[in-house]
């Protein structure tokens, strides 16, 4: 009896550490479902999801539909001064934040105390590279309603000729990140204030090619600035062809920490973070091209990374329970997913479990553009194709 004991338990062992090692189930890539838009979006459009709206930011006029492609506010931000709008981003009640550069600065708008918490900075996207212009030297703000009205507006001292690509928000105050351009060449710029406006002397990093992309807020207000470079940066010297770069700032706004994400012979470049300080980005090695996924610590030691075959540019997004997507136009077959093998580069949407597993995988058509999450409208996907752009979710 005591032998057919030991017996069972052995198997019951057995099984249980087979269970454990066992390998991943195959995934299966099913579509995206296309939301049926009652207007045309523009190719250089930059996307916000919050609560149950698409926010869709072109140029200086900003609008929101809902899952049925149906407008429900639009509004103008321009005022009768030059300006373009080129990132957003939203607060935990609601507000949007958008962001961009303008010629003249704007009378600034009174506005009520605002009662802000803590929100997720992953709402920032970054998009499609703009061209500087030279007349636009004012970083502006713009505070926006949940329902499209226009709360309050807010400048930063003029500099040189200014690109914002990233805007971040906390419960203390508004974090702006971009190129400023000199005779000398490019700089990366962080631009900080209060939520009232009040901005705080810009930091300069870099002198001749240097682009912040995405700006991110730590909990404890520290910075992450986060793009590309071709020059030496705190003392560490340019490694490829162009680096992939993270600067850590304190909340101060000192320097206390810089990597580079570089490849021999190569060009790399985030493009996307999210606040868990997810990273995606592209690697061009010759014609071969590749997105590069990695989630950092807040040391900015990486914890996993994955490369992909693709045409470069990627996306990503915090999801529910410490998740991550990411996004990409994907060229050719991935271990683990067993129905994709694409003739042509396709949108293809991939999600990762808090440890890094790959867990999911989604379809759609076109190469992306931008990527965004809420709660109500679960992971929204934006792509273009030769012939439109369009606006995928999950049912």
């Known amino acids: 009896m005591k032998k057919l004991v030991v017996s069972l338990l052995s198997l019951s062992l057995i099984f249980s550490t087979q269970s454990a090692t066992a390998a991943p189930k195959p995934i299966v890539v099913k579509e995206m479902v296309a939301i049926n838009l009652a207007a045309p979006v523009n190719v250089d459009t930059k996307m916000l999801v919050i609560g149950s709206s698409i926010v869709l930011l072109n140029d200086s006029s900003v609008r929101a539909i809902g899952a049925d492609g149906v ?27 958008i962001a961009g550069s303008s010629a003249v600065a704007p009378v600034v708008t009174p506005s009520p105390t605002p009662t802000v918490a803590p929100i997720n900075p992953d709402n920032v996207l970054v998009d499609p590279k703009v061209p500087l212009r030279s007349d636009l030297t004012v970083a502006t703000v713009w505070k926006i309603s949940n329902t499209g009205a226009l709360v309050s ?47 705080s002397k810009p930091i300069f990093l870099g002198l001749s090619d240097t682009s912040i992309d995405v700006v991110v ?3 404890d207000s520290s910075v992450y600035a ?12 340019v490694s490829g062809y162009r680096d992939g770069i993270i600067a850590k700032y304190s ?61 470069g540019a990627t996306y990503c997004a915090l999801g529910p329970s410490g998740s991550h997507f990411a996004a990409f136009a994907s060229t050719s077959a991935i271990k683990g997913i067993t129905n994709w093998k694409p003739s042509k580069p396709s949108a293809l949407l991939l999600t990762f479990d808090s440890k890094g597993a790959l867990v999911d995988a989604k379809s759609a058509a076109g190469t992306p553009l931008a990527l965004g999450y809420s709660k109500d409208l679960g992971i929204v996907l934006m792509s273009t194709s030769q012939t439109a752009v369009s606006i995928f979710r999950l049912t």
Do not use: C, H, M
């Open 153 to 199: 507006t807010y400048t930063a001292e003029p500099l040189s000729a200014l690109l914002v690509n990233s805007i971040a928000i906390n419960a203390k105050g508004v974090t702006l990140g971009g190129v400023r351009a000199t005779d000398a060449g490019n700089s990366g710029v962080i631009i900080s204030g209060d939520l009232e406006g009040k901005f």
């Open 217 to 219: 807020l730590g909990a």
């Open 226 to 237: 986060i793009g590309n470079s071709t020059e030496t940066l705190a003392g560490k010297k």
């Open 251 to 311: 909340s101060t706004g000192k320097l206390s920490a810089l990597v580079r994400s570089s490849a021999a012979k190569a060009r790399r470049e985030w493009l996307s973070a999210s606040n868990s300080l997810f990273l995606t980005g592209s690697v061009q090695t010759g014609q071969k091209f590749e997105s590069a996924l990695t989630k950092f610590a807040t040391n900015l030691s990486p914890t996993w990374t994955y490369r992909f075959a693709s045409t």
């Open 71 to 97: 407008e429900k506010w639009r509004l103008a931000l321009t005022q009768g001064a030059a300006s373009i709008a080129t990132a957003l981003a939203a607060d935990s009640s609601g507000n949007i934040w």
